[in-house]
């Protein structure tokens, strides 16, 4: 298996180099190492356009991995245009969701709400570059939520999903976590105190 280390590179230098590492290959993989998700996006697209295998994963906070794999009968041939996916997301946007509902009131009409904002989240053509979970908040992120998939669409695009651990301890639902990271105060406040805006549903 060849390896490409594109870490710290930004489009289309990830792309040029896999490329590379491809050519003349008749039969085998390229594991290429990456640091942020749309990189991720930008090899995958390039891979399909080549009608080649592919799969990627998340080995650790800011570091993927994606394997492009060729087959005898998929040797690449056909060339790819190095075309960046644009970054979506608003660097410094923070989105803070501290409840399961959103607003004051009726509480199954705030659960309705806050399932609507988080849809409506993923629908933006500028996304938050990380989303806040703590508190009643931290029950959006687990198994079961009706936020769930819409929270891993945004992830899938490269939206960090943090909760805060202390949260899912104290509701008893720390092994439900089906999105994104566990996150301590300590980057939360890091998070926020960083933050150049600061969304609150």
Excluded: W
């Excluded at 409840?99 to 705030?110: I, P």
């Excluded at 570059?129 to 009643?136: A, E, F, R, S």
């Amino acid at each position: 298996m060849k390896q490409v280390d594109a870490r710290g590179k930004a489009c289309p230098l990830p792309v040029i180099e896999t490329k590379k590492a491809l050519e003349g290959m008749k039969e085998g993989a390229v594991e290429v190492l990456v640091d942020n998700f749309i990189a991720v996006q930008n090899l995958c697209k390039m891979a399909e356009q080549k009608k080649l295998q592919t799969s990627s994963e998340k080995l650790e906070e800011d570091l993927y991995r994606v394997v492009i794999t060729v087959t005898h009968q998929q040797a690449p041939s056909a060339p790819a245009e190095e075309t960046c996916v644009p970054d979506a997301r608003s660097a410094g946007t923070v989105v803070v969701l501290s409840s399961d509902k959103m607003g004051e009131g009726d509480e199954v009409l705030g659960k309705i709400l806050m399932k609507g904002f988080v849809y409506a989240l993923t629908e933006q053509e500028t996304l938050p570059q990380t989303v806040l979970l703590y508190n009643g908040g931290a029950k959006l992120s687990i198994q079961g939520a009706e936020t769930l998939a819409d929270l891993k669409l945004l992830e899938a695009q490269g939206v960090e999903i943090l909760t805060c651990g202390t949260c899912l301890n104290h509701y008893g639902i720390s092994d439900q976590l089906a999105v994104g990271e566990v996150t301590n105060m300590y980057r939360i406040t890091e998070v926020l105190t960083a933050a150049k805006k600061v969304i609150r549903p």
